[in-house]
């Protein structure tokens, strides 16, 4: 069942959580509502992830995509720390719901209109790199001095080369078309391990029946891998409140949840039968989810 009116707060959430596919026609308006209000902004902003893969490689918005994704980049053409405030209520005039997020290597504008998602990630340069989602470290001159290119009839950036932002995205096979929870981890496998500074939050794993698991893997994609202990309890470091993917791996079950908010210092719980009862609402998307760690 959908939920909301396509425009709200309860609609960003479902697709965030079942990442139905979305209507093209909805996603094309909305992009092209978008570049209006960006480039009416002065900001400059390049197609991103998904959205540069179908218009790179496909020449089309991807069949079973189920966002569109913008990128710019803080402290080049004038755009400031501060744009994503501007950005925001620029949307919210347009009649869309509008949620943000600061994290790390970003500041992240998250839309949702008529039931398409449209996200604007404002990346921080770090080490003359920028990181894409989830943790995919890029060259900055690669958006820096973006390419200009043409999609459904209308002008727009891509970074530059193309062909190289996705191969490091989504690895050699990226002119492969591959749906939903399968190119997802081919993303999250390509991202090493790091240490990362910052507090601890807690994850429980429980199976379907409501069990505890000990010894599942608990890996969060460009952080560290831990194990639960006997009560099923793992703890990973978080940098602050962002979001977040995760694998977790125990025997006989595999599950990557691509996009989860999470903040240190804070429990939650993940359950296999809830991981199952998502998937069954998204079409395409079994064994890659988003939204589904509860506060515990």
């Not at 992830?49 to 569109?68: F, M, N, V, Y």
């Not at 929870?181 to 029946?209: F, H, M, N």
């Not at 952080?223 to 099923?232: A, E, F, K, P, W």
Request: hydrophobic letters at 40%; a negative charge; charged letters at 25%.
């Amino acid at each position: 069942m959908i939920l909301g009116n396509g425009s709200d707060q309860a609609s960003l959430e479902y697709t965030l959580k079942y990442n139905p596919p979305m209507d093209h026609g909805v996603g094309e308006r909305n992009l092209k509502e978008a570049k209006q209000i960006l480039d009416g902004l002065g900001v400059v902003f390049l197609l991103g992830s998904g959205t540069c893969l179908g218009a790179t490689r496909d020449k089309a918005i991807i069949p079973w995509d189920d966002d569109i994704d913008l990128v710019a980049v803080v402290g080049v053409n004038g755009l400031t720390e501060g744009a994503a405030d501007i950005v925001a209520a620029a949307f919210r005039d347009r009649g869309y719901f509008v949620g943000a997020t600061d994290g790390t290597h970003s500041r992240a504008v998250m839309t949702i209109k008529d039931h398409v998602r449209l996200g604007v990630e404002c990346l921080r340069i770090i080490d003359d790199s920028v990181y894409a989602y989830p943790g995919v470290r890029l060259p900055a001159t690669m958006l820096i001095r973006p390419k200009e290119i043409e999609f459904l009839g209308e002008k727009f950036f891509v970074p530059n080369p193309p062909e190289e932002y996705l191969r490091l995205k989504y690895g050699e096979e990226w002119m492969v078309p591959k749906k939903a929870g399968v190119y997802e981890k081919d993303v999250v496998g390509r991202i090493p391990d790091a240490d990362l500074a910052g507090r601890p939050c807690r994850i429980r794993v429980l199976d379907a029946q409501g069990r505890p698991v000990p010894g599942a893997e608990v890996v969060l994609v460009g952080g560290r891998r831990s194990n639960t202990d006997g009560q099923g309890y793992a703890e990973v470091i978080l940098p602050g409140p962002d979001w977040y993917a995760l694998a977790i791996k125990y025997p006989g079950h595999e599950q990557v949840l691509y996009m989860e908010e999470m903040e240190p210092d804070k429990a939650y719980v993940y359950r296999a039968d809830a991981a199952s009862n998502a998937a069954s609402h998204a079409p395409g998307a079994v064994g890659t989810l988003g939204n589904v760690l509860l506060p515990e």
